[in-house]
């Protein structure tokens, strides 16, 4: 059985036998629910048969970071929640102990327009700049160079290569390891040109997307070979690297190992747990905050997530937001809230990107900012472009570009 199979069967379970349903009813008389905003049919069914309309419920959530609809996740549940458990108590959590408050402000404002939580206002408890920037680069090649020589110079001077080019002065430490900062892109599309930017830089950093593992062509070959005859008997450890051996001599495979050897140690002898932990598994499960590697995430697996430093690159119209045409305004309020998610991730530095020019979807194309941008103040903004930079009069941060 899969995940959703044990959510159908045990809706199936319980609305066709009410004495069990009961029975469940008098064993939990109190269920919390964190993410609600995040409920499918499946388990919104599921709710409303363990919990009577008069029961105690705790449900915790929040509808502008609904991201999940190509899940099935339907935001409307939320919404209906007053209406299912009547005489439900609200409470509004306004104080925000991450971010500080021009991310929040300007969080804020690019949801404004599809914003489901009436009059919300957030007080930010963290200090930090007054402002976010926002970078215009020439190319997708270009905005990578950005991110790398940012981060390099943020970091101090982590390479030779930084220091020997001058891009990195290597006496500017800002108290900041690999681990503080975090690359955040819209598909896996963009990925390639930060994998080479900070790969030449000689920056590590390790990547996760929200995919099902399962679906990587190099899990489904470790898989089968773990599976061939004369697999040697032992640790998950041994026989995944002697699977890896097989498929890839030179070792080329090693980097894809290292991602799952956490997982491996975790189920000791057990091959039987390991492919089923694999199975239900993301990359964004393997991601491992202890490593001292910037994160290149999608949107979707850094949500839950926080860093110091947050990069979010393609901010440009059919990027982010994503879409292929014309795009119906569901599918558009949702990607606003993916963009409100992205950040939101940001605890202190927030640097939003966009290129002139861009391959998408095999062709060079020219890119228009993302629309999301416009509705930020320019109050709280920094905005650099071509080695230039726009403050507002009154802005006072040391800025990373003069």
Same mark, same amino acid.
């Not at 066709?16 to 919390?32: G, K, V």
């Not at 091959?271 to 239900?280: H, I, V």
């Not at 014309?326 to 963009?339: G, H, S, W």
């Given at each position: 059985?899969? !995940?959703?199979?044990?959510?159908?069967?045990?809706?199936?379970?319980?609305?066709?036998?009410?004495?069990?349903?009961?029975?469940?009813?008098?064993?939990?008389?109190?269920? @919390?629910?964190?993410?609600?905003?995040?409920?499918?049919?499946?388990?919104?069914?599921?709710? &409303?048969?363990?919990?009577?309309?008069?029961?105690?419920? $705790?449900?915790?959530?929040?509808?502008?970071?609904?991201?999940?609809?190509?899940?099935?996740?339907?935001?409307?549940?939320?919404?209906?929640?007053?209406?299912?458990?009547?005489?439900?108590?609200?409470?509004?959590? #306004?104080?925000?102990?991450?971010?500080?408050?021009?991310?929040?402000?300007?969080?804020?404002?690019?949801?404004?327009?599809?914003?489901?939580?009436?009059?919300?206002?957030?007080?930010?408890?963290?200090?930090?700049?007054?402002?976010?920037?926002?970078?215009?680069?020439?190319?997708?090649?270009?905005?990578?160079?950005?991110?790398?020589?940012?981060?390099?110079?943020? %970091?101090?001077? @982590?390479?030779?290569?930084?220091?020997?080019?001058?891009?990195?002065?290597?006496?500017?430490? /800002?108290?900041?390891?690999? #681990?503080?900062?975090?690359?955040?892109?819209?598909?896996?599309?963009?990925?390639?040109?930060?994998?080479?930017?900070?790969?030449?830089?000689?920056?590590? !950093?390790?990547? $996760?997307?929200?995919?099902? %593992?399962?679906?990587?062509?190099?899990?489904?070959?470790?898989?089968?070979?773990?599976?061939?005859?004369?697999?040697?008997?032992?640790?998950?450890?041994?026989?995944?690297? /002697?699977?890896?051996?097989? %498929?890839?001599?030179?070792?080329?495979?090693?980097?894809?190992?290292?991602?799952?050897?956490?997982?491996?140690?975790? $189920?000791?002898?057990?091959?039987?747990?390991? %492919?089923?932990?694999?199975?239900?598994?993301?990359?964004?499960?393997?991601?491992?905050?202890?490593?001292?590697?910037?994160?290149?995430?999608?949107?979707?697996?850094? &949500?839950?997530?926080?860093?110091?430093?947050?990069?979010?690159?393609? $901010?440009?119209?059919?990027?982010?937001?994503?879409?292929?045409?014309?795009?119906?305004?569901?599918?558009?309020?949702?990607?606003?809230?993916?963009? !409100?998610?992205?950040?939101?991730?940001?605890? &202190?530095?927030?640097?939003?990107?966009?290129?002139?020019?861009?391959? /998408?979807?095999? &062709?060079?194309?020219?890119? @228009?900012?993302?629309?999301?941008?416009?509705?930020?103040?320019?109050?709280?903004?920094?905005?650099?472009?071509?080695?230039?930079?726009?403050?507002?009069?009154?802005?006072?941060?040391?800025?990373?570009?003069?």
């Amino acid at each position: 059985l899969d !995940f959703d199979d044990l959510i159908l069967l045990s809706v199936r379970l319980l609305a066709e036998h009410p004495d069990i349903r009961d029975q469940l009813r008098a064993r939990y008389p109190w269920i @919390s629910i964190d993410e609600y905003q995040d409920l499918d049919a499946g388990q919104y069914r599921l709710v &409303k048969l363990l919990v009577p309309p008069d029961g105690n419920v $705790c449900a915790i959530g929040d509808p502008d970071q609904a991201i999940y609809g190509f899940r099935g996740a339907e935001v409307g549940f939320f919404q209906r929640f007053r209406e299912d458990f009547p005489g439900v108590r609200v409470f509004q959590l #306004s104080r925000n102990y991450r971010s500080t408050q021009a991310i929040v402000d300007a969080a804020l404002q690019a949801m404004a327009p599809a914003s489901l939580v009436a009059g919300r206002r957030l007080e930010a408890r963290n200090d930090g700049p007054e402002h976010i920037e926002i970078h215009a680069c020439p190319t997708e090649q270009a905005e990578a160079e950005f991110v790398v020589h940012t981060i390099e110079r943020m %970091l101090g001077g @982590s390479s030779f290569f930084g220091l020997d080019s001058g891009r990195a002065a290597g006496d500017e430490a /800002w108290g900041l390891g690999l #681990s503080d900062f975090a690359v955040l892109y819209r598909t896996e599309a963009q990925v390639d040109p930060l994998v080479q930017a900070l790969s030449r830089a000689g920056l590590p !950093f390790q990547r $996760c997307g929200h995919e099902p %593992l399962a679906d990587r062509p190099w899990v489904q070959a470790l898989v089968e070979a773990l599976a061939r005859p004369g697999a040697p008997p032992g640790s998950v450890s041994q026989r995944l690297q /002697w699977a890896a051996q097989q %498929l890839a001599p030179d070792g080329t495979m090693a980097s894809q190992v290292e991602l799952l050897w956490p997982m491996a140690l975790r $189920c000791g002898e057990h091959t039987g747990r390991f %492919l089923a932990e694999l199975a239900l598994a993301t990359e964004a499960d393997l991601y491992d905050p202890r490593a001292q590697r910037i994160a290149l995430l999608t949107i979707h697996a850094a &949500k839950g997530l926080e860093f110091p430093v947050v990069f979010v690159v393609g $901010c440009e119209e059919g990027v982010l937001p994503l879409h292929w045409g014309r795009i119906d305004p569901a599918a558009l309020a949702e990607e606003r809230r993916l963009f !409100f998610v992205a950040m939101t991730r940001a605890e &202190k530095y927030l640097f939003l990107s966009h290129a002139r020019r861009r391959v /998408w979807r095999g &062709k060079a194309r020219v890119q @228009s900012p993302s629309p999301f941008l416009a509705d930020i103040e320019e109050r709280l903004l920094l905005r650099h472009a071509l080695g230039r930079t726009r403050r507002p009069p009154s802005a006072r941060q040391r800025l990373l570009f003069d």
